[in-house]
């Protein structure tokens, strides 16, 4: 079963314009929410995380938005640049016996110039 | 070295044959996770460990794989009677400390293992 839904699969945006890609979870158990992005022939690699007791957390050109209630996270990239084309993905990592990251499906997205 | 070493880094084999995949994690890091990627997905989780005993095998996709890490920090991936489905990128992660483990996880390279 999937636990962590992403979308969109693909995201096309142009130099300097927004990226929005967003994740939905089931199991309550999770209490870090982290981004990863993931170049061709790479190992994803963390770019941001946050906990559930904030809503918003920003670095840099990337933020992170959180619906508690909705059980919904967000990635924003602001100002995007070709430099960012590469898969993100969502993950969840909980407490107790689902101590592992469960990702998503990942969203290929790819900037303009 | 500084990252999580994954040796090797591609491995062709037959099906029915029997491969080893090797992951050297971040120096210190106690947890140590196998995931595995197939094309255009994310990362599936396969086994966990913190030190040497797997805390979590539930991933493991049958008995086929098993895996190890007999002194806490090396590990061997081990899957027996290949199968064409097995073909997919084998991805190592550490992290930094077990008991307070914040799911930030150092992935290397991987794995792509290719079972003709």
């Known amino acids: 079963q999937q636990q962590v839904k992403q979308s969109p699969q693909s995201l096309i945006v142009q130099k300097g314009g927004i990226s929005i890609i967003n994740c939905a979870y089931e199991?309550?158990?999770?209490?870090?929410f982290p981004w990863y992005q993931q170049f061709p022939g790479k190992g994803p690699a963390l770019l941001i995380a946050?906990?559930?007791?904030?809503s918003e957390k920003k670095e840099g050109r990337f933020t992170i938005s959180f619906n508690k209630s909705a059980k919904q996270f967000s990635l924003h990239i602001m100002d995007s640049q070709p430099g960012d084309s590469a898969t993100y993905f969502c993950?969840?990592?909980?407490?107790?016996?689902?101590?592992?990251?469960?990702f998503g499906s990942g969203t290929q997205l790819t900037v303009l110039p | 070295g500084a990252g999580v070493s994954q040796t090797p880094s591609n491995k062709v084999t037959e099906k029915g044959k029997y491969v080893e995949l090797r992951c050297d994690p971040i120096s210190g890091h106690t947890a140590l996770y196998w995931y595995r990627q197939s094309l255009g997905q994310g990362p599936e989780f396969l086994i966990y460990f913190q030190g040497t005993g797997a805390a979590d095998d539930s991933g493991l996709p049958n008995d086929r794989f098993f895996a190890v890490r007999p002194e806490g920090s090396v590990s061997t991936l081990k899957i027996q009677r290949t199968e064409r489905g097995d073909s997919a990128v084998y991805l190592c992660?550490?992290?930094?400390?077990?008991?307070?483990?914040?799911?930030?996880?150092?992935f290397g390279e991987g794995s792509r293992l290719t079972v003709l």
């Open positions: 992660a550490s992290s930094l400390k077990a008991g307070r483990n914040t799911g930030e996880l150092f």
């Open positions: 946050i906990r559930p007791d904030v």
């Open positions: 993950a969840a990592f909980g407490r107790g016996s689902a101590r592992q990251l469960t």
């Open positions: 199991n309550t158990a999770f209490d870090y």
